[in-house]
């Protein structure tokens, strides 16, 4: 129960401040938040341009590259081990982009702007650390650090039932890291010589074969990863979260702490235990379609317009998780298996730009407007054409429109997986139905028919808004005008890994 009443304490103290008699001139104020802002934009740039020198000098060899190592507690052979492959390059490149645009997204500071930068700040160190981390104790210690983030954020900054919501965030993937770590130490125990380092992990396969013990260690996996991910019927947590989280901490929850949970099932449960990912890669496809059709149909039925983009994070984490245990069946060739996985993993990347624009689009809606509600707008093309242009672009991009990214992804997902699962793969198109269905009546209830009268002098969004907003479409559009650069990166990791010649 403390942890429900540190985000109090936080505010609170904080909130002090604001009680002093002396307290300076609103101008003042903005201008010091700006400078915040733009001195934190610049320091969370700086990881961004470090991975697109990276991307020039990676060489695509299937194994991992740019490998820094450090010994940190030899007795239990753990090490800070950092490195790059066509798996983690992609997804560490997104995260930093992410971090850039949210960071320099104009939101409610509530008169807190550093605490707020530096926790924004903080959590783009440890998610860069997880998707790099090549060694299973560091691992850990990134994915568990990242939630402490998140739950301020969205608890100090959130608005609505904020505090309640950033509690049962942190408790249910909290929970679920429990029987991960057990997994990892269960992992760590079966190899000969006990290591945390992922690439010696891969190399002996220390659970090959199957039986009960690695039964029970895939399980612990999978909890903790299907709670981050999150995957039916480990959900719940997510819309709450979404819906009262600020929009920029909203953007980071879908477009990057999502992807913990879908890396992990790629980096570690297919890689490191794949006879026993074989055996339950059924169940788990018939899990991903499930969150597929169901995702679709509850954001259908959503009237608020944030909780209606987080159920679709539901749906689309589907895709991903159809596709990679297509990857990890075990039977069908080789070449679709790599497809399936190169879909899957193309899918967190496109995901994260387009859920990260939407919600941050949502943002500025809530500024704006005040409600989320989609029965309260209306019209607003007439009134706000950069509003209602970037946000047609990220809605016809979410429900797989040719020519942008998340077409590129689901296409190659459906490839894949029809040459394993047939039939899995023609029920889950039934989504993408729905979620054209979903978006194309957002977009009406949003910027179609008359403009109320109260909308009459709504504003359209700002520099700021544009540029934050056309950084992560214009990305969207290049994946799905000229995919290669990103797919050949891919499928440098997927090929390998599923033993294509």
């Known amino acids: 129960m403390a942890f429900a009443f540190v985000p109090r304490s936080v505010s609170g103290a904080l909130a002090s401040a604001d009680d002093a008699p002396a307290a300076p001139p609103e101008g003042h104020v903005r201008a010091t938040e700006r400078r ?7 320091v969370a740039a700086v990881p961004l341009v470090l991975l697109v020198v990276a991307w020039l000098r990676f060489q695509g060899t299937g194994a991992f590259e740019l490998v820094e190592a450090v010994a940190w507690i030899p007795t239990l052979g753990v090490g800070y081990r950092v490195g790059v492959d066509g798996l983690s390059l992609p997804l560490a490149a997104m995260t930093a982009l992410i971090f850039v645009v949210s960071i320099a997204y104009p939101v409610d500071l509530r008169g807190r702007p550093l605490p707020y930068f530096a926790l924004m700040l903080f959590l783009e160190g440890v998610s860069l650390g997880l998707f790099l981390a090549l060694d299973l104790f560091l691992f850990f210690v990134f994915w568990d650090v990242s939630l402490v983030g998140m739950y301020f954020l969205i608890g100090a900054w959130g608005h609505g039932d904020a505090q309640r919501s950033a509690l049962k965030f942190f408790i249910y993937t909290f929970a679920g890291s429990l029987p991960l770590l057990l997994a990892i130490l269960g992992l760590y125990l079966a190899a000969d010589p006990r290591t945390f380092d992922l690439a010696d992990l891969g190399r002996q396969q ?7 013990y690695a039964t029970l260690v895939f399980l612990g996996f999978f909890i903790g990863f299907a709670v981050k ?27 990057v702490l999502l992807k913990m949970g879908t890396y992990g099932f790629v980096r570690v449960m297919l890689t490191l235990m794949p006879d026993t990912f074989a055996r339950f890669a059924f169940p788990l496809a018939l899990l991903a379609v499930v969150a597929i059709v169901y995702g679709a149909l509850v954001a259908l039925a959503q009237s608020n317009l944030k909780r209606l983009i987080a159920y679709t994070s539901v749906n689309h984490m589907g895709y991903v998780i159809l596709g ?12 679709a298996r790599a497809i399936a996985l190169v879909g899957a993993t193309t899918e967190m990347v496109a995901h994260g730009l387009i859920t990260g624009a939407l919600f941050l689009i949502s943002g500025s809606m809530l500024l704006r407007g005040g409600t989320y509600e989609l029965d309260a707008y209306g019209g607003l093309a007439a009134r706000a054409r950069f509003l209602t242009g970037l946000t047609v672009v990220a809605a ?7 020519g942008l990214a998340g077409f590129v992804a689901e296409f190659q997902v459906f490839a894949g997986t029809l040459s394993v699962y047939p039939w899995l793969a023609g029920v889950s198109l039934l ?13 009406q209830k949003l910027f179609l028919g008359p403009l109320p009268e109260r909308w009459k002098a709504f504003p359209d969004l700002g520099p700021a808004e544009i540029g934050a907003l056309g950084a992560l479409l214009v990305l969207v559009i290049a994946i799905g005008v000229a995919p290669a650069w990103l797919l050949n990166m891919i499928d440098s990791f997927a090929g390998p890994l599923v033993g294509r010649p």
């Open 36 to 42: 915040l802002q733009a001195a934190a934009t610049a």
């Open 206 to 212: 220390p659970l090959a074969g199957g039986g009960l």
């Open 229 to 255: 991910t999150p995957l039916v019927p480990f959900h719940t947590w997510l819309p709450p979260a979404h819906v009262d989280a600020p929009a920029p901490a909203s953007a980071v929850l879908a477009g």
């Open 324 to 335: 990679v245990a297509a990857a990890g069946a075990g039977f069908g060739s080789a070449e």
């Open 396 to 402: 016809f991009a979410s429900l797989g429109l040719p």
């Open 431 to 443: 989504g993408i139905v729905v979620t054209a269905a979903l978006f194309l009546r957002m977009l």
